[in-house]
């Protein structure tokens, strides 16, 4: 999956579930910074961070992760 479709899925998720950059990042224990590039493609996603952003949303690492509709 390529940065910019995973970007777009992490924001479109953290919307659906309600979520602010700033409540996300401090839920996950990182910079609203690092949100923020994660969600613009502009940043290396950690499959750790990945983890974590999916156990928070109460989504499986599949649905966040998968370039299939």
């Known amino acids: 999956m390529e940065y910019d479709q995973l970007a ?3 924001r479109a998720f953290r919307k659906l579930k309600g979520f602010t950059q700033q ?3 401090a839920k996950l224990g990182v ?3 690092v949100l ?3 969600e613009r493609g502009t940043r290396k996603p950690d499959p750790k ?17 998968s370039d299939k509709s």
């Open 23 to 25: 409540e996300l990042a």
């Open 8 to 10: 777009g899925r992490v």
């Open 49 to 65: 961070l990945l983890e974590q952003i999916s156990e928070t949303l109460h989504i499986s690492y599949d649905e966040l992760t």
């Open 36 to 38: 923020g590039s994660l």
């Open 31 to 33: 910079s609203v910074a």
